[in-house]
């Protein structure tokens, strides 16, 4: 294209690129972001998440033990929303290209996750608490999966550690 209008394709295409920079947005390619560059992108994420299901879990495991199955099934609705939202987050951040795969299954996992946690809700609200141990079970094994499938990134918040909710 020339003239004025090729000119003002052009000019917009710059501002675009001027406003990418300015707002921290990448420009360049997915391969480009290192292992250590993605790590930090997605700690902060997974810390916010953290410390809203710290929030959100606050009283659960009383009340289930207290047999208020129907208040605590509460918290692992909450928790869905919160960790799904988080989800959507981390899909959100440009992969390293040699990584893509891993963090594919990663993700992956993390969406059997937030699964899970609804089931474990449903089972008690239900009143169901055998089948929401047995959700609870497998939510343990997935997410020792999730770890392990992570596990040379050298995550802290974004390492799947239900210690941290009781």
Known sequence: MTGAMGKTRAAKI???????LALG???????????DEYVARVEPICKANTEANKRIFRGAESEVKAGE???????????VI???RTIK???????PAEDEAR???WIGYLEAESSLLGKIGKALAGGD????????????????LANNTVLGFGFDYCRIDPSRFS
Do not use: C, D
């Not at 710059?14 to 990418?20: K, T």
């Not at 947005?25 to 292992?35: K, W």
């Not at 089948?131 to 020792?144: C, D, H, I, P, T």
């Open 69 to 79: 199955f129907a208040k605590a099934s509460t918290h692992f609705k909450r928790a």
């Open 129 to 144: 608490k055998y089948k929401a141990q047995n959700y609870s079970v497998r939510l343990n094994r997935n997410s020792n």
């Open 89 to 95: 987050l981390l899909k959100g951040v440009p992969q």
């Open 25 to 35: 947005v990448p420009m360049a390619a997915a391969a480009e972001l290192s292992r």
């Open 103 to 105: 963090l594919s299954k």
């Open 82 to 84: 919160a960790f799904e």
């Open 14 to 20: 710059a501002v675009a690129g001027l406003m990418a």
